[in-house]
């Protein structure tokens, strides 16, 4: 085999030192680009005036990295306009939030064929192309136009909604069939891959048997590829200096209070605003928890050029400050709402310190934090995960308590049923929990994902989003 190239819109590969910052992905592609000796291609997140194409090379903690500079016009319309404006919106199910503009897509268009264009020289005979993402869904159509005939293939972080849901999209159709370029497409859940099936048999007139999609002279293997985290390393930094800080500095100001913690990038899809409603009810259902808890959200600021963001933004600053109005004593906040971004080894400490992991998205394609939560615990007294039926971890996170994150009512419940769950019962969950989270971690999500692109058949058929049947 050759070597992996990765190509993603934003490259961010973990500094050596820089192991409390990055993010669990980064460090896995990191990880695999080292083993098979890759690059990693995308946007350098600048603009210049006019696009040249050229590569800036670099070594950023082992890993060689290329970037290549966009048009501030690109930026708006591939970036800001049709992935972060029409694609991300539709694809969480709020076509009410999805904007089809035609520049938006001939942007998305132009930026995919500007990818390809400056990837193509840099792609060997026997290399392996693995795209991500739905910044970069044509691109593999794209490459092939220029006569690139290695193996590539395609993940999907985020869901895949239902057929009528994307056919209001005006250019589903051509969307799609972009995919079918590719040799390996994978989704994070059964749930996605069973709706991506079915709009290429409704909409397509395709069938897919075993998983297999004939298409021209071409056939693509679809699978679900549930991403990790490293589990045990997320363990580990639990024990960090700064992690253990935060577990004692939050211990101390809890007084004897059980904590809830949510833990998000402020984006509507995670579902704040339904989480907020939830605990306020909660808090009236059961007058008894006054004062006896309080809720710690963490919502990391992203993409505030959406105005969508900044409207979500608004009505959690006004609810928290409702709830926080009509409950809170001299001594007591109910919600404490941070907007502050922090270091992965001080979010671990806070996990830890949290009676109570709430991740409640109305659609999510995985949800990271789901396994970060459990991953935190303390195998002895660990915390309770509450988690949303629709996010693609509640495939196989069957053990924590799972919600219905539409239903007020059913939340509060399950919250107040977190708070009063026995230690025993807490230990049998939380260890099947772990048990998951460390066998299907990242590292075997990438060697699924790799073996089945290079070709390995049986990791493609077992496609299982349930990990237990999966392994
Ligand atoms: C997309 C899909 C899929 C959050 N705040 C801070 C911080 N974070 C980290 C968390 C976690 C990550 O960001 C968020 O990951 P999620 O999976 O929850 O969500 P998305 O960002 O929407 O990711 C999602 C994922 O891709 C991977 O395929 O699971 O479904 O939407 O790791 O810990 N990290 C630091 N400081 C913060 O303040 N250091």
Known sequence: MGRLIVVSNRVNPPADAGVETAGGLAMALAAALREYSGTWFGWSGETVETFTGQISMQRIGGVTVALMDLEEQDREEYYDGYANRTLWPLFHSRT?????????????????????????????????????????????QELRRLGVANRIGFFLHIPWPGPRTLTTLPQHRRLVESLLAYDLVGFQSNDALTAFGEYVERELDLKVQDGIIAFGDR??????????????????????????????????????????????RLDYSKGLEERFLAYEQMLADHQDLAEQVFLLQIATPSRDAVEAYQEIRARLDAISGRVNGAYATVDWVPIRYVNRSHRRDELAGLYRAAH???????????????????????????????LSRYAGAAE????????????????SEALARALAMPREERRKRWRRLMDGVL?????????????????????????????????
């Open 439 to 471: 066998r299907d971690d990242v590292a075997a999500w990438r060697d699924r994902f790799v073996a089945a692109l290079a070709g390995d058949l049986a990791t493609v058929t077992n496609t299982g989003g349930d990990s237990r049947k999966a392994s």
């Open 396 to 411: 196989q996170m069957t053990d924590a308590l799972i919600v219905n994150p539409f239903s007020r009512e059913e939340m």
């Open 356 to 386: 109570v992991g709430l991740v409640t998205p109305l659609r999510d394609g995985m949800n990271l934090v789901a396994k970060e939560y459990v991953a935190a615990q303390d195998p002895e007294d660990p915390g309770v995960l509450v």
């Open 219 to 264: 056939e693509t293997r679809a699978g679900a590829f549930p991403i990790g985290i490293e589990g045990e390393a997320f363990a580990r930094l639990t024990q960090a200096p700064a992690a253990r800080a935060a577990f004692e500095r939050m211990r101390q100001s809890q007084a004897g209070r059980r904590m809830i913690i949510g833990v998000d």
């Open 96 to 140: 009410d939030l999805a904007a089809y503009e035609r520049s938006f897509d001939a942007g998305y268009q132009r930026v995919n064929r500007r990818f390809a264009e400056t990837l193509a020289p840099l792609i060997g005979p026997d290399d392996l192309v693995w795209i991500h993402d739905y910044y970069l869904i044509p691109l593999g």
